[in-house]
């Protein structure tokens, strides 16, 4: 265990995609624990910035650190969950053989599984509530099913940050509940969670903090504060209409199409 906070201190942060900048002069600092909605429109740098948090994107400029140690430093404590779109799911393997791809960090690729190594993986598809499915191919599974197998996956990991890139999307409101219960208990294990969303309303309502970004900070705090028609109209410009008191935008759902009802 590290002795120091899991916190993510980002300081001047630029990051080019095919030359260009994705994201440009981000700063901030999320403490350890916190839930983190990172909202904006599309191409407005989240998955950049949760790709360049794993080393996925070289960073341009800037400087971030995780445990108050430069990026790259933990290997293994930063777990991240794309999006479903970039996942090959004809590959051939089993439930169970994906989870146990989050010990290899752990492991490294030429060393052989343990039985603490097989529990983890077992607990951590249990807790997802997919224990029926440890042995299905990952082809064969509904877009719900098929986010929990990688929910599992970043959980065998045993991260002390988590970020999960749209989890929402495509999937059924019993998984949707069983993302927002996870985060309840990753909330009590002190694991920071940042989350990619186009909903407001869940953001408004489940979340610590919330960035509001295109490419450039436009408003980071309590939601409450950021979500203001100011800031969503600095992000979002033309594409923002207000339905009934809520602002929506071109990129989200409206509440009564993509609301979870569950009590904090």
Not at 3 to 22: F, K, S, W
Request: aromatic share 6%; with cysteine.
């Amino acid at each position: 265990m590290n002795e120091q906070p899991a916190r993510i201190d980002i300081d001047h942060l630029t990051v080019l995609y095919d030359g260009v900048p994705a994201i440009e002069n981000l700063s901030l600092q999320i403490p350890e624990g916190t839930r983190v909605a990172v909202v904006g429109p599309n191409g407005a740098g989240k998955s950049t910035l949760f790709k360049a948090l794993v080393g996925e994107l070289p960073i341009h400029s800037g400087y971030v650190s995780i445990h108050c140690q430069p990026l790259g430093t933990h290997q293994d404590c930063v777990a991240y969950v794309p999006q479903r779109e970039e996942i090959d799911w004809h590959f051939p393997v089993t439930v169970q053989d994906v989870v146990m791809m989050g010990r290899y960090g752990r492991l490294g690729w030429l060393h052989r599984t343990s039985d603490q190594d097989r529990q983890v993986v077992a607990r951590c598809i249990e807790q997802i509530d997919i224990s029926n499915l440890a042995q299905h191919s990952i082809s064969d599974l509904s877009g719900g099913q098929q986010q929990r197998v990688f929910l599992a996956r970043a959980l065998a990991q045993e991260p002390h940050i988590l970020l999960l890139d749209e989890p929402f999307n495509g999937v059924d409101a019993p998984t949707q509940e069983a993302i927002f219960a996870l985060l309840d208990d990753l909330k009590k294990q002190a694991v920071t969670v940042m989350v990619s969303i186009h909903d407001l309303n869940q953001a408004m309502q489940y979340f610590d903090y919330a960035i509001l970004l295109n490419k450039s900070l436009i408003a980071y705090g309590p939601p409450k504060q950021v979500f203001s028609s100011r800031n969503i109209r600095a992000a979002f410009a033309d594409k923002v209409m207000v339905v009934d008191g809520t602002a929506i935008t071109d990129d989200c759902c409206p509440p009564s199409t993509n609301k979870v009802r569950r009590k904090r």
